[in-house]
């Protein structure tokens, strides 16, 4: 299917880390009938319990949620889509605003990183000023990847969006030149970047754009002076909260960190996989998206808010943060004492909820790729990272641990025997950016 898949769609799926080379190339199962929990179920046939990224962390309450599920049963049976507009939207925006007592207005999305874009033309259309600063990965739009548009000729290639913040490798094709200088990089807990870039550009910066956190937790003033930079050169900080909004903290990383930002972003688990997004914000901005063009037909649909609402209904309801903490904490120290006890030099990184793996080796896409592969043999879909979510148990991640010892003692004999690569029984699995052919 994949085979036939790669003949008809440029890249064989919609979303790059979906591809198959991204994990076991020409192995990795790739798609799926059924998904329920934390297990989901290839057209094969095959049942496996998923230790990896879960839905890319769209699916927070397991898949399949019944609750969710449900609701949007419910929604579809009466009718999705009209010429008028869906209740449920005001009802969701009521719930958004009560999370967020810092804000007044929400518009609605779909998508991630559409929504970012959204918020980077409604700050645009506030300020009336171009410049954008960033960290961090935002998605697939023009302002982002304007990021990789050298803005001196004589630059021939550019890979600012290759320091940590999307892929190596990443040309800015079919991304219009003029937008060349228009987006610029920070790194994460450097502040002294963010300042450097208020002190040339403040006057014409429009947003100031960045995730209240992703694999660490912020130095102690980093986030206070990033509000206080915004404030002063009078540019919008807007928090995506895409992939870690939820994850943290009821309502958003940013609340835990106490920070008010100008407008924030929330996609992904916001209806545990069904497509709902919002970009919540302080109304005097809010307002400038009235004197912008930003409409779509399919933002009126009724299925979004149905899954949202009862996607943070439960999330209120539920301890969602604490549960998915101890599971990815059992997780990676299991991993990591099983790892020192086989001599595997392997590590994990990022919030117990958001998890990363990664080994420390020069073969190290190799390693990762024969865990893979082992690992599907028994059952389990690993890739470089773990995203729990309310479905796992604890029995799952001990299940988990135990088919892992074997294959790790096999990893670490790979390493010994410097044979890694034959072991896979098929490619090595991508780093970076490439096309598929
Ligand atoms: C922080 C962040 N922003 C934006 C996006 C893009 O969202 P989407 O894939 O829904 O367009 C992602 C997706 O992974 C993300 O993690």
Redesign the pocket.
């Known amino acids: 299917m994949y085979d036939r898949a790669r003949g008809l769609i440029p890249g064989a799926t919609q979303?790059y880390?979906k591809r198959q080379e991204m994990t076991a190339p020409g192995q990795w199962p790739a798609y799926f009938t059924q998904a329920r929990g934390c297990e989901t179920v290839d057209p094969d046939g095959n049942h496996y319990i998923d230790m990896s990224m879960c839905g890319?962390?769209?699916t927070l309450l397991g898949y399949a949620d019944p609750d969710v599920t449900e609701a949007v049963i419910r929604r579809v049976r009466n009718g999705c889509m009209s010429s008028l507009n869906p209740p449920d939207e005001v009802e969701l925006a009521e719930l958004m605003m009560e999370l967020h007592p810092w804000a007044q207005m929400v518009r609605f999305g779909r998508?991630?990183?559409?929504?970012?874009t959204i918020a980077v033309r409604i700050a645009r259309a506030y300020t009336g000023r171009d410049k954008v600063a960033f960290c961090?990965?935002?998605?697939?739009h023009d302002w982002y990847l304007a990021a990789n548009i050298p803005v001196d000729p004589s630059e021939e290639t550019v890979d600012r969006l290759g320091g940590g913040h999307l892929m190596p490798g990443l040309e800015p094709a079919g991304v219009p030149s003029g937008l060349a200088g228009t987006a610029m990089p920070f790194t994460y807990n450097r502040i002294e970047e963010l300042r450097a870039i208020v002190d040339r550009h403040g006057s014409k910066l429009a947003a100031i754009v960045m995730?209240p956190t992703?694999n660490f937790d912020p130095d102690p003033g980093f986030l206070e002076e990033i509000r206080e930079l915004a404030t002063r050169c009078g540019a919008c900080l807007i928090m995506?909260?895409?992939?870690?909004g939820w994850r943290l903290w009821l309502g958003g990383a940013h609340l835990k960190y106490g920070l008010e930002p100008d407008m924030a972003?929330f996609?992904?688990t916001t209806g545990n996989g069904h497509p709902i997004?919002a970009v919540v914000g302080r109304r005097d901005i809010m307002q400038a998206a009235q004197n912008s063009f930003i409409s779509s037909a399919l933002w009126t649909e009724a299925v979004g808010p149905t899954a949202a609402l009862a996607t943070i209904r439960k999330f209120q309801r539920v301890d969602v943060r604490s549960h998915v903490a101890r599971i990815g904490e059992a997780a990676r120290q299991g991993l990591k004492e099983l790892a020192d006890r086989c001599g595997v030099p392997f590590g994990a990184t990022g919030h117990p909820a958001l998890t990363f793996y990664h080994f420390d080796h020069p073969e190290a896409a190799a390693l990762q790729t024969l865990w893979t592969v082992r690992m599907l043999d028994r059952g389990f879909l690993v890739a470089g990272g773990f995203y729990p979510t309310l479905a796992h148990e604890e029995t799952h991640v001990e299940q988990f641990l135990g088919v892992c010892e074997p294959v790790f003692q096999e990893l670490a004999e790979a390493i010994q025997k410097g044979d890694i690569e034959p072991r896979i029984g098929g490619p090595v699995k991508h780093t970076g950016f490439r096309r598929l052919v």
Do not use: Q
């Open positions: 979303l880390g890319i962390g769209a998508l991630g990183g559409e929504s970012m961090g990965y935002h998605g697939w995730e992703r995506d909260e895409i992939t870690i972003v996609a992904k997004s």
